[in-house]
């Protein structure tokens, strides 16, 4: 099992910025072979895909939606196991709860990934 613990939600401005975390623990963690992924769901709608990042090459791809304003990453000189979600220029239609996943396989597809996060909710609001 793999376990995944998201912190950093909150209420923000329009225009403001965020920063998500996602801590992973449990046996079956191999960093070396783990995909991390973002996604996110608004009221009434379903999960999408955020971004994702290979841990062990450090590659990353994002939804169009948020291209250019959020970066995924991983900063092991502070904290193993710990991918982040930088938000900034934050628009109204960003909010939702926000969850941090884990698979294999480099994809977008939610199905793909068997471990998630309990989520963490992010407001944009004036």
């Known amino acids: 099992q793999v376990q995944l613990v998201e912190s950093g939600g909150g209420l923000v401005q329009p225009g403001g910025s965020l920063k998500l975390s996602c801590t992973a623990s449990g046996r079956a963690f191999a960093v070396n072979s783990i995909v991390m992924g973002w996604f996110r769901q608004a009221p009434g709608k379903e999960r999408e895909f955020v971004a994702r990042?290979?841990?062990?090459?450090?590659?990353?791809?994002?939804a169009d939606s948020v291209k250019g304003r959020f970066t995924i990453f991983r900063d092991n000189a502070k904290k193993k196991d710990t991918v982040y979600l930088q938000m900034n220029n934050l628009k109204p239609e960003d909010a939702a709860v926000y969850y941090c996943a884990s698979g294999y396989t480099t994809t977008k597809r939610r199905s793909d990934y068997p471990y998630w996060g309990q989520g963490t909710q992010v407001t944009v609001s004036s």
């Open positions: 990042l290979t841990w062990s090459g450090g590659i990353t791809e994002y």
